[in-house]
């Protein structure tokens, strides 16, 4: 895991600079950022640029003579848009949940040259220049990249999508078509912002912030005006459902007459919401469940984790009987609980 950013500007020349050869304002609205020094020193800094811009990830560059990385970006309160220009390398997230708010996106990438591939949710996609497609930083994923290539990443909150694209989750890793209908002008109008996002004022970014977010939106949903209200409302009700089961997720009492109470619609109804996800209230409650029991069986830096036993974490998550557990868990993650615990097997990221 990348460490936290610390203040490195004494030296910083040796790795990287802003355009002009200024010292990098990480803060600021507008940046233009590039790699220098030496191959090493190009390769740190370019970890520290996309963790500081972008999000918590481990980066596999190429350490060759010609390695490289440059950064625009302009930001406002509604999105970020960066156009990344950089030489081969392998991109991983292992985390399962938004370390900051900043981190809370959706990624939109549109390929410009060169070749990468996204992979998450068991789904992969090759982008090559004009393709576009979805992924979601908050959750694991894998990106690789080509020799050299150059894309437009839009970076937009999860919950501003959400509200406008139905099921948008099951939408990463997935191509979608820029050479026709609204993807084309899509595809258009964000490589005309891209080229502009130095010599636009602030208003005019958040103005142009919201006809970029609604393009993103009609290209993967192909949402016609009069669904958009009802989307919303029904992904707002989906958020709220989830929020209810991850915070009593340690309640072995958790179920569709605990959630219906609690929400004032019926099962049903929920049920029908998760569809949308291709699953359902119980799938997603055992699933999260199973999700934070791997998460303490491997944390073994933690005091509280290591000394408890594997039926004490599974009962911590609302599981009462242990060969249920050890049979799902074999199912969900291909190792026994124990095994997963003293890392006898390659555990996959979480």
């Known amino acids: 895991m990348l460490k936290q950013p610390t203040d490195f500007a004494a030296g910083q020349s ?26 090493s020193q190009r390769i740190d800094f370019w970890r520290e640029m996309i963790l500081r811009l972008f999000a918590d990830v481990q980066i596999s560059a190429v350490p060759k003579a010609d390695f490289f990385g440059k950064v625009r970006q302009r930001k406002c309160d509604k999105l970020r848009i960066s156009e990344i220009h950089a030489a081969e390398q392998a991109v991983n997230r292992r985390y399962h949940h938004a370390r900051s708010e900043y981190e809370d996106r959706y990624f939109a990438v549109l390929m410009l040259e ?26 694991p994923h894998h990106l690789h990249f080509g020799q ?53 004022t602030e208003d005019e970014m958040l103005r142009l912030s919201d006809v970029a977010t609604t393009l993103i939106a009609m290209t993967l949903g192909s949402l016609q005006r009069n669904d958009i209200a009802q989307s919303r409302l029904k992904v707002l009700t989906l958020l709220r459902v989830k929020g209810f089961v991850l915070e009593h997720l340690q309640d072995p009492e958790l179920g569709p007459q605990m959630v219906e109470r609690a929400m004032g619609i019926s099962a049903r109804y929920i049920n029908k919401l998760f569809e949308a996800e291709n699953t359902s209230l119980m799938r ?67």
């Not at 802003?18 to 191959?39: K, L, Y």
């Not at 029991?293 to 009987?321: K, P």
């Not at 799902?328 to 095994?339: G, I, L, T």
């Open 284 to 350: 997603y409650v055992w699933h999260m469940r199973l999700e934070r029991c791997a998460e303490e069986l491997a944390n073994t830096q933690s005091s509280i984790s290591s000394i408890l036993r594997v039926s004490d974490i599974a009962m911590r998550w609302g599981f009462n009987d242990m060969s249920h557990f050890s049979r799902v868990f074999k199912e969900r993650f291909n190792a026994s609980p124990r095994a997963w615990r003293n890392k006898d097997v390659q555990r996959p990221d979480l």
């Open 14 to 39: 040796e790795r990287g600079a802003a355009s002009g050869g200024m010292p990098v304002e990480w803060n600021s609205s507008c940046i233009d950022v590039s790699t220098d020094g030496s191959v």
């Open 114 to 139: 060169g070749s990468q591939s996204v992979e998450q949710d068991g789904k992969i996609v090759t982008l090559r220049p004009g393709d576009f497609a979805l992924y979601d930083a908050t959750r």
């Open 148 to 200: 050299s290539w150059r894309e437009i990443v839009v970076s937009i909150p999860r919950a501003t999508l959400n509200q406008l694209v139905a099921g948008v989750d099951s939408r990463t890793a997935s191509p979608t078509n820029t050479s026709i209908g609204v993807g084309s002008v899509m595809r258009t109008f964000l490589e005309g912002m891209s080229a502009q996002i130095g010599h636009v």
